[in-house]
Structure formats: structure tokens, C-alpha cells
Nanobody, 121 residues
């Protein structure tokens, strides 16, 4: 499984950005998620989506971020709204064949993208 991310960039506080992640090399629905790493801090799970469309969000982004899956495909979008400076981070797409639930725990995912920078300033 290979993950390719797109999107990200520089946006002013209160603005919106959309990240996209395309997984190739596996045809069945994957569990997919977005994580972020803020410089000097650890990695944290932001949003996750299961193969059945069930979702899970970090409390801090609940109501601002939306994770969605393109029907029948392993293409996942993270729509980020009302962005705050503290959302500034490198965002990573992650995927795995099976987890119990759409997990926000990084060790639950085997496949990772290269990361894309989001800067809110």
C-alpha cells in the first residue's frame, strides 16, 4: 500500500484547507486516518475513517474538521475549517488493513504518507 497526500499550504486564521490522500495497492476498503506532528511535540491523531464510513475525531477538531471517503475508493479527504494557528503542523495520512475501530492511535497503522505542511498564520 502506498499513500500519496496532496493539499496543505499557508492559510490565515479562520480559513479553510483541504487535504487528500490516495491509497494504492489494495482494493478493499482500508482504515485511513490523518495524524499531525507539531514541532517539539508528539504525533497526534486528528481524524479517522473506517471501511464502513464510521469516523472518529480528536476532540479539539470536532466540528471544524470533516473526514470523508470517496465512494468505493481508498481516497480520503480531510476538510479543515475555522483553522487556528495551533493547527499548524505536518499532517500525515495513515492506513491499515484492519483495526477494531477508526483509531486515532498511531501504532494501529502500518502504512504512512510522506506528510504535507499546514501553516495557519
Amino acid at each position: 500500500v502506498q499513500l500519496v497526500e496532496s493539499g496543505g499550504g499557508l492559510v490565515r486564521p479562520g480559513g479553510s484547507l483541504r487535504l487528500s490522500c490516495t491509497a494504492s495497492g489494495y482494493t478493499l476498503p482500508l482504515y485511513m486516518a490523518w495524524f499531525r506532528r507539531i514541532p517539539g511535540q508528539g504525533r497526534e491523531g486528528v481524524a479517522a475513517i473506517g471501511g464502513d464510513g464510521s469516523t472518529n475525531y480528536l476532540e479539539d477538531v470536532q466540528g471544524r474538521f470533516i473526514i470523508s471517503r470517496e465512494n468505493g475508493k481508498n481516497i480520503v479527504t480531510l476538510e479543515m475549517n475555522a483553522l487556528k494557528p495551533e493547527d499548524t503542523a505536518t499532517y500525515y495520512c495513515a492506513a491499515d488493513l484492519v483495526t477494531d475501530v477508526p483509531s486515532l492511535v498511531g501504532t494501529q497503522y502500518y502504512y504512512w504518507g510522506q506528510g504535507t505542511q499546514v501553516t495557519v498564520s
